[in-house]
Nanobody, 116 residues
Framework: VQLVESGGGLVRPGESLRVSCAASGFSFSTTTMSWYRQIPGKWRERIATIHSNGVLIHYVDSVKGRFTISRDNTKNTMFLQMTELKPEDTAVYYC??????????WGQGTQVNVSS
């Protein structure tokens, strides 16, 4: 299993950013996937989940209406479009399977900083 996150950066509050996840080593197209984020000192929080069919989607309340998860099963890639970013969205963003734990393999994540 290999997961490579990319696309993070520094943005101002209210701006948008899209992060990507390139997956390999497992059957991506049949696997429910999620985006997670981690703030220093806290455990990773699952913020968005997308079923393998791309139709069933769930968001936590803190990002609902601002973030959009999507996937391209032909390219084993998943995306998180983030709009109306807030300073509290500052975190390292990770992708993984639907309900990953510490025992799962994790990528290096991509850092998103929201600051004026």
């Amino acid at each position: 299993v290999q997961l490579v996150e990319s696309g993070g950066g520094l943005v101002r509050p209210g701006e948008s950013l899209r992060v990507s996840c390139a997956a390999s080593g497992f059957s991506f197209s049949t696997t429910t996937m999620s985006w997670y984020r981690q703030i220093p000192g806290k455990w990773r929080e699952r913020i968005a989940t997308i079923h393998s069919n791309g139709v069933l989607i769930h968001y936590v309340d803190s990002v609902k209406g601002r973030f959009t998860i999507s996937r391209d099963n032909t390219k084993n890639t998943m995306f998180l479009q983030m709009t109306e970013l807030k300073p509290e969205d500052t975190a390292v963003y990770y992708c993984n399977t639907g309900e990953a734990t510490a025992q799962n393999t994790w990528g290096q994540g991509t850092q998103v900083n929201v600051s004026s």
